[in-house]
């Protein structure tokens, strides 16, 4: 198969995704679809799986060979969303399968900023921020205005957040 021919397919596959067709999605990954090629809101198979909490065809991606450097219109790779949107065991497959957990998206704000700034300071996001952590995101790394993930934590009120961040930032 020939790379327009892959391309082809991805297009096809994120849409459908897009659509609810997860098993015609994967199929076509099956086939040989372009896991990477982006459309012109730049989601790809692997963007539009993370932020959907889509494990299957995450790991499916990841498996054909998904780049977890590609980013989406926000700059952001597929770890921010997911963790924004609180999808615990996709954070956990894309931080395993080894995403940049300090990678710095447009709106200056790492998949950390994010689990805290657009998460609800429940305990998805809590298991979130804590995998985070534990797997090497620096809880130091300011947000684009200069604010740190602690402070974020203190303002919104996220008590176990703010928490978990001083166990880490208490270490030497």
């Known amino acids: 198969m020939d790379d327009h021919d892959a391309r ?3 297009m096809e596959a994120l849409g459908s995704l897009r ?19 982006r459309d012109g809101r730049l989601d790809s ?26 980013t989406n219109r926000f700059g952001g790779i597929a770890l921010i969303p997911a963790s924004e949107r609180g999808h615990v065991s996709t954070v956990r497959l894309l931080i395993d399968a080894g995403s940049n957990l300090d990678h710095v998206n447009n709106l200056g704000w790492t998949a950390l900023h994010e689990a805290i700034v657009l998460g609800d300071g429940g305990a998805r996001h809590l298991e979130i921020v804590r995998m985070l952590l534990d797997a090497g995101a620096n809880p130091r790394l300011p947000d684009g205005d200069g604010v740190s993930p602690r402070e974020l934590a203190r303002r919104a009120g996220y008590e176990e957040i703010l928490g978990a961040l001083d166990l880490v930032l208490d270490q030497p």
């Open 8 to 10: 082809a397919l991805g």
């Open 19 to 37: 659509s609810g067709d997860r098993a015609r999605a994967l199929e076509l990954i099956a086939q040989g679809a372009d896991v990477n090629a």
């Open 45 to 70: 198979v692997l963007l539009y799986a993370g932020a959907h909490g889509m494990d299957d065809v995450v790991s499916a991606a990841l498996d054909a060979g998904g780049d977890l450097a590609v």
